[in-house]
């Protein structure tokens, strides 16, 4: 189902959306249909696309970094209807693996193919314990991704990388990390300043920069130790 909502800023906008929806802000995908800046003698208003049914929605450009790599979301997403059944030796003994691997944590669930690139494969779990799966920020799933990335390598796979999603999250929170970045780098404009953002993963992080890196007035940079830094996004100027 879509639905439109309109407010004075993105983030009315949005909220607005959850409270009449019942839904929480993961739960829905935004688009962007028109914005209004204020001026003089008029208000200023974001109009937006609510898709409720778990379908995608682009928010806004993903842009290639200075090294030419294109972000993975449109990746993943001409890629997801392939064929889900296990293709091969490799494949069978990775969803074989994962399903053993979550049967024995006790939340049981099938498992098949999402998509197939070179050196990249990518595995969804369809299970009703998907919540508990996923984790906080997705944190039991990264950990599950990493055990299936360290048993891809003894398979002698160490070039492939394994990326594991349940209900679509990994979509969803690329999603969210885009439009968080766009907010905070509006918000630092706005205040000249800069804001941390709260501790991320490689990929997170990198996806964060990615959005940014072709705004010429904002700057990210990493900061702390660590598998999960956080992110400054702080205002530079224009060169």
């Known amino acids: 189902m879509e639905y439109e909502f309109e407010g004075r ?8 959306a959850a409270q009449e929806l019942g839904l929480e802000k993961d739960d829905f995908d935004v688009e962007i249909l028109e914005t209004q800046k204020q001026g003089l003698f008029k208000k200023g208003f974001v ?14 450009p993903v842009n290639e970094d200075k090294a030419g790599r294109a972000s993975e979301i449109g990746k993943v997403s001409k890629a997801v209807f392939g064929d889900p059944v296990p293709q091969g030796d490799y494949e069978e003994k990775m969803t074989a693996f994962t399903a053993g691997l979550i049967q024995r944590m006790g939340y049981p669930g099938k498992i098949s193919v999402l998509f197939r690139e070179k050196n990249k494969l990518g595995l969804k779990i369809e299970s009703e314990h998907s919540s508990i799966l996923i984790g906080k920020k997705g944190k039991n799933l990264d950990a ?8 891809s390598g003894r398979l002698g796979r160490e070039d492939t990388r394994v990326i594991l999603d349940t209900e679509n999250y990994r979509i969803r929170r690329e999603e ?21 953002l709260e501790p991320m993963n490689p990929f997170d992080r990198w996806l964060i920069h990615t959005t940014l890196n ?26």
């Open 47 to 60: 109009r937006i696309k609510v898709h409720a049914s778990g379908q995608r929605a682009f928010f806004g």
């Open 176 to 196: 969210s990390l885009v439009r968080l970045a766009y907010s905070v780098a509006e918000k630092v404009r706005e205040s000249r300043g800069s804001i941390l």
């Open 9 to 16: 800023t993105e983030k009315e906008a949005i909220d607005k």
């Open 144 to 151: 599950l991704q990493l055990l299936l990335n360290i048993y």
């Open 214 to 239: 072709d705004i010429n007035d904002v700057e990210t940079k990493s900061e702390g130790d660590g598998l999960y830094k956080q992110v400054r996004v702080f205002y530079r100027g224009l060169k």
